[in-house]
């Protein structure tokens, strides 16, 4: 008996609509950890495109209260 598994990723119905806040980066050159360049607009809870397994708000510089 075959199971179906659900895709382990599924594209936001932003990015299928293709909402270009969604789906593409602000004017300018954008990199991640000085090498890696971002190509689409990154969510807080989308995997890090540096490699690492981390989610890309975890690798965000904090932000202090004042």
């Known amino acids: 008996m075959a ?3 659900a895709p382990t990723r599924e594209i936001t119905r932003k990015r299928r609509k293709g ?5 593409r980066v602000k004017r300018g ?8 360049e971002l190509v689409e607009k990154l969510g807080r809870n989308d995997p890090c ?3 690492s397994a981390r ?3 975890e690798l965000l510089p904090r932000r202090r209260a004042v």
């Open 19 to 23: 909402y270009p806040s969604e789906s």
């Open 29 to 36: 050159r954008r990199l991640v950890h000085g090498d890696k």
């Open 55 to 57: 989610r890309f708000k």
């Open 3 to 5: 199971l179906d598994v």
């Open 49 to 51: 495109p540096c490699g």
